[in-house]
């Protein structure tokens, strides 16, 4: 299935949301703090109610119902397996009380989890950035010591060279009139950007 690279109006909302059920379970878990992590699942359900949009119910099931805090077996909740009047599995929330019972029935599946249900896939990667030669400077003058002005001209002025040979280089291979020896220069150009990466890197 093909993604498509349309970016949404929902992307913030679904990165804060997401932002918010980890640090919920960072409260829960880490610090200890039920009432923190109550109150991160509230905000996290109050974006997913204004922007209405469905959380997953594999994220859904995990919160509680009652206080909204996350359900974490062995911490924050106490799972059992149940057999009458019907074979379900029980949720108990240990903040607050309140149970959630899930009938297990052989071969029962959720809507969301069928393949007619996912209609299309997003992909949110950004593109990676361009580095250029002058935003190299900006790194080397921030790195080196100001007072050795030289070696940033230097390294600058080399930079922009490089950047220019290989923008003649990508020109002429578009153009299919490339030579061996073109070859060779791309070749050292790409010795010399690694040279200089490393010389930012020290």
């Known amino acids: 299935m093909a993604f498509n690279m349309k970016g949404r109006k929902e992307k913030d909302v679904l990165e804060r949301m997401n932002y918010l059920y980890q640090a919920s379970h960072l409260m829960a878990i880490g610090a200890k703090n039920p009432i923190a992590a109550s109150y991160y699942g509230y905000v996290m359900m109050k974006c997913a109610q204004k922007s209405v949009l469905r959380m997953d119910p594999d994220v859904k099931r995990s919160v509680c119902k009652c206080c909204l805090s996350p359900l974490i077996p062995g911490v924050t909740a106490k ?3 149940v057999s009458k009047p019907t074979k379900m599995v029980r949720w108990k929330c240990l903040i607050c009380d309140a149970t959630k019972q899930y009938p297990t029935k052989g071969g029962h599946e959720l809507w969301a989890d069928r393949p007619e249900a996912l209609i299309e896939m997003l992909q949110y990667t950004p593109k990676p950035k361009k580095v250029t030669g002058s935003n190299r400077c900006k790194i080397i003058k921030k790195s080196v010591n100001a007072s050795q002005p030289s070696l940033i001209t230097a390294t ?7 950047e220019n040979l290989s923008q003649g280089l990508d020109s002429c291979v578009a153009e299919g009139s490339c030579s061996g020896s073109n070859t060779g220069n791309d070749l050292n150009q790409n ?5 200089v990466d490393s010389m930012v890197e020290n």
């Not at 600058?156 to 490089?162: K, P, V």
């Not at 010795?191 to 040279?195: H, K, L, R």
């Open 79 to 81: 799972v059992r397996l």
């Open 156 to 162: 600058c002025e080399l930079l922009n060279t490089i």
């Open 191 to 195: 010795s010399e950007v690694s040279m």
